[in-house]
């Protein structure tokens, strides 16, 4: 079994990986503890030993209301400091749960067990916590890693192609980012990571994790270098706002954000041409849709002004030179304009 722990400030994280989900036991030696998964989730642990709270799926649901509720039933159901919320679910569940955790009696212990592939190398991992407000995609929030993070790559046969596809939007950001074997990888062995293979599947988490964590350790507070794990994601989560979290999946956002950062890039002369066609590339052939036909393109960039990214009041964009090589830069608004456009 594949372990690793993430050094924090506030605390370890210890990651385990399990070959099958019957044996994690969320049975544990708790004096107390509340799960939350959502109705998706709620079938894979038929057996659950404490109370548990199951959400509708999506990320409409990642809202103030959902916390509220949230919170009120865990009160209801008499949890005290010493309660450990357990989330078992996919990124909006493990958001949810992780922000609960931080602010109920001003913070509880924290178990997330992720079942998808975008929660497993992205939402789980690294104390991010939130919820959107206001149709701005993760504005509250706060940093609080869990103290354990157990993952199981078998869950992901499960999951629709869309989903799985969402998650590899992010392992594919952690190949451009860091590591070259990983990248490689996706590029050469795509038949195989899009049909599940279990061994290459549970590889390719692992890289991506790897990844997170080195920039997580460096800058836990998302400080300076930290922020490169947020390439594409000024133009993805304009574009999921302006989709109401409805109409794109995260990863698929993240997708066209990653093409429309190389491609300013490319415009101001920092990118690499080749570099960024042959990102387009690999990005088409996994399957995602790169020229959205957008109805508002000024909302879209006023939405991006309000990125949690900017400092002293402008929007700083992640962009690169090319592979593992990353940087902030601003973006003119006209060169915004040419990269969502053409």
Partial sequence: MREFSVTLPQRH???????????ISLAEDLSSALIICDTNTEPLFPDMPYPHYAIPPGEQY????????LAAWAIAEGAGRDVTFIGAGGGVVCDLTAFLSSIYMRGTKLILVPTTLLAMVDAALGGK?????????????TFYPASEVRVVPEVLSTLPDREYRSGLAEVIKHGLLLDTDLYEILKRR????????PD???????RSMQVKRKYIEEDPYERDVRGYLNLGHTFAHALESEGKFSEWTHGEAVAWGIDKALKAGVLLGITDREYAGEVRGLLLEYGYTLDIELADVDSLIAAMQQDKKKRSGRVRFILQQRQGQTQYSEIPEEIIRRAILE
Avoid: A, C, H
């Avoid at 795509?190 to 049909?195: A, I, N, P, W, Y």
């Fill in 190 to 197: 795509r038949k195989e990571v899009l049909d599940r293979d």
């Fill in 13 to 23: 994280t210890e990651v385990l990986f399990f070959p099958q989900i019957t044996e």
């Fill in 200 to 206: 290459l599947t549970g590889e390719i988490i692992y």
């Fill in 62 to 69: 990642k809202s103030w209301e959902t916390l509220n509720r």
């Fill in 129 to 141: 916590t939130g919820i959107d407000f206001e149709g701005y995609k993760n504005i509250l929030g």
